[in-house]
């Protein structure tokens, strides 16, 4: 069974009038499909895998490998995936990336408050273009709390390239406001369902040698995860931090996430509670990897995994970042 979360919210961003507007806010997620088919699934995977901050490999090395056999492969399967999760109105990421637009607007009604994804639609530079003959100010929130070159940097990269006057937020991976909405969100849930014996933190992974050669994505989620622990008064044995979402053959990030769970088993864990803040809003990772793949291996293993949902687009989420935008940017009321 699929994880339970909260109902996504039929709401969209209304723009203000234009002659009241400060400026544009432009959240930024990664991207989604446009639909649960191998055909949507392979064109939003080529964009997404043929960034050289996502893969670095040379271009003609790896684009006919992509091509050719890659996509050919992964696109029936991922789309199978998309498909348990997808909801009425589209991906959950859509979905909620869209919600919480929504959110800061109300929070915001001084400003223009836009979704965009890096890959895939709406397109972050296709908006960006749009908002360059305006003259307007624009700020730009990558929903990614710990920076990566492989995330924050390739949002960063379009924004140079397209509005390079507009002011970006780069990282809130200590942020108090956005700690203390992932803490409070944590601590509900478990009160609401009881807490389980231990709590894995599991954050999207990263090639070890993209970490080696300087990213400091590691060390943003150690503190992340310190953070949110420290404000739920939980001690050293009581939390672990993992990593998923692993592709191809070369080392990432460890413990991963899956090897973590089988050894929490064996040790003779039973009930384990997963959150993702790594990610903003829900997703096929947190809720296909983590909420059924993750689970129902653990649940082979004789233990039962309950995952802990994203702040998505609630209102404590949408505080949270407004309070992050004015301590980083300046005054957005």
């Known amino acids: 069974m699929p994880p339970v979360l909260p109902a996504a919210r039929d709401v ?13 806010l432009v959240l930024v997620n990664l991207g989604t499909p446009e639909a649960p088919t191998a055909p949507a699934v392979r064109r939003y995977l080529d964009e997404f895998l043929s960034d050289p901050r996502v893969v670095s490999i040379p271009g003609w090395i790896w684009k006919p490998l992509l091509r050719g056999v890659i996509l050919p492969l992964r696109s029936p399967k991922s789309a199978e995936k998309y498909a348990k999760v997808w909801l009425d109105g589209g991906s959950p990421l ?16 001084q400003w223009r408050v836009l979704p965009a994804m890096r890959y895939g639609q709406p397109a972050l530079r296709a908006l960006l273009q749009r ?22 940097a390739s949002v960063q990269d379009v924004v140079t390239a397209e509005l390079p006057q507009a002011v970006s937020v ?44 300087g990213d400091p994505y590691p060390q943003r989620c150690e503190r992340s995860a310190a953070l949110i622990a420290q404000a739920l008064g939980l001690g050293e044995g009581d939390w ?94």
């Open 94 to 109: 859509a979905v909620y990336t869209t919600g919480l637009a929504a959110q800061l607007q109300t929070l915001l009604p």
């Open 12 to 24: 969209s961003a209304h723009e203000p009038p234009s002659a009241a507007i400060a400026g544009t």
């Open 240 to 333: 672990t931090l993992t990593y998923q979402s692993r592709f191809g053959k070369e080392r990432w990030l460890e413990p991963a996430t899956d090897v973590e769970l089988k050894a929490m088993a064996a040790r003779g864990l039973r009930m384990v509670d997963v959150v993702c803040p790594g990610f903003a809003v829900d997703c096929l990772e947190t809720l296909e990897e983590v909420g059924m793949q993750f689970a129902e291996g653990f649940a082979h293993d004789g233990g039962t995994l309950r995952y802990i949902p994203c702040l998505n687009d609630t209102t404590d989420h949408a505080r949270a970042l407004v309070a992050m935008l004015e301590r980083q940017l300046g005054s957005m009321r």
């Open 170 to 213: 780069e990282d809130y991976a200590e942020d108090p406001d956005w700690i203390a909405a992932v803490a409070a969100s944590i601590a509900q849930w478990r009160q609401a369902n009881g807490s389980g014996e231990h709590l894995l933190f599991s954050f999207h992974g990263l090639p070890q040698r993209v970490a080696n050669n």
């Open 131 to 152: 908002l360059k003959g305006e003259g307007m100010p624009v700020r730009v929130l990558p929903l990614y709390p710990q920076y990566s070159t492989t995330t924050t």
